[in-house]
């Protein structure tokens, strides 16, 4: 069986670091005989060095722009799942951090951090689509960084936070002006969830094309 290489983009902030390592500790707990590591794309133990030839990583960013599509398969010959997000299971996790944040259908906000790359940013408007349906309601994305238009722009009275873990972005929406301010995703089982999907999907594609 190939080593699960959990890969994040990392950040100098610590509680960031701690929620992957968290979600590490999940995906062990549910597959104790899998060989997990970790690896970053930025501050951090560098991903391409835990991985073998064998290995399969599984990006646990919420879009599939760049670093999936290009950095990571530059930097790693082996097999690259798509990313964790968009899934419609982390419309239940962004729903449950909401009701964790008091929201009680106020007008909605997704807020993401935003890319350069146009495929990152629809993948970012389909999770609020995604959310839109599950909750019945019209839900504009805002963008932290990169992308139009800004958070700021909208004025949010309440913010979805598509973020995996907190740190500089997340501390940033405490400003944004909203009333309501939904914490990141963090390390919940449903994510790890998914990262074990896109790694055994990704095993099953293999043996298939050994065959």
């Given at each position: 069986?190939?080593?699960?290489v959990i890969t994040a983009?990392?950040?100098?902030?610590?509680?960031?670091?701690?929620?992957?390592?968290?979600?590490?500790?999940?995906?062990?707990?549910?597959?104790?005989?899998?060989?997990?590591?970790?690896?970053?794309?930025?501050?951090?133990?560098?991903?391409?060095?835990?991985?073998?030839?064998?290995?399969?990583?599984?990006?646990?960013?919420?879009?599939?722009?760049?670093?999936?599509?290009?950095?990571?398969?530059?930097?790693?010959?082996?097999?690259?799942?798509?990313?964790?997000?968009?899934?419609?299971?982390?419309?239940?996790?962004?729903?449950?951090?909401?009701?964790?944040?008091?929201?009680?259908?106020?007008?909605?906000?997704?807020?993401?951090?935003?890319?350069?790359?146009?495929?990152?940013?629809?993948?970012?408007?389909q999770m609020a689509r995604?959310?839109?349906?599950?909750?019945?309601?019209?839900?504009?994305?805002?963008?932290?960084?990169?992308?139009?238009?800004?958070?700021?722009?909208?004025?949010?009275?309440?913010?979805?936070?598509?973020?995996?873990?907190?740190?500089?972005?997340?501390?940033?929406?405490?400003?944004?002006?909203?009333?309501?301010?939904?914490?990141?995703?963090?390390?919940?089982?449903?994510?790890?969830?998914?990262?074990?999907?896109?790694?055994?999907a990704a095993v099953s594609?293999?043996?298939?094309?050994?065959?």
């Amino acid at each position: 069986m190939p080593a699960l290489v959990i890969t994040a983009h990392g950040s100098s902030d610590p509680r960031f670091a701690a929620v992957v390592d968290d979600l590490a500790g999940i995906v062990r707990g549910e597959r104790p005989d899998l060989d997990v590591r970790i690896g970053y794309l930025d501050h951090g133990t560098p991903f391409e060095t835990v991985t073998d030839a064998d290995s399969v990583v599984v990006p646990v960013l919420l879009s599939n722009g760049y670093h999936v599509r290009e950095d990571i398969p530059g930097r790693f010959a082996g097999t690259v799942t798509p990313a964790v997000g968009p899934d419609r299971r982390l419309t239940l996790l962004l729903v449950r951090r909401l009701r964790e944040a008091g929201w009680a259908r106020e007008p909605l906000t997704l807020a993401a951090t935003g890319s350069a790359d146009p495929r990152a940013l629809a993948d970012v408007h389909q999770m609020a689509r995604d959310l839109g349906d599950e909750l019945g309601l019209d839900v504009p994305v805002g963008f932290i960084s990169a992308g139009e238009p800004s958070l700021r722009e909208l004025e949010p009275v309440a913010v979805a936070t598509y973020l995996l873990a907190p740190g500089a972005f997340s501390d940033s929406l405490i400003d944004s002006g909203a009333a309501i301010v939904a914490a990141p995703l963090g390390a919940d089982p449903l994510i790890a969830e998914i990262i074990l999907d896109r790694f055994d999907a990704a095993v099953s594609e293999c043996a298939t094309r050994r065959v």
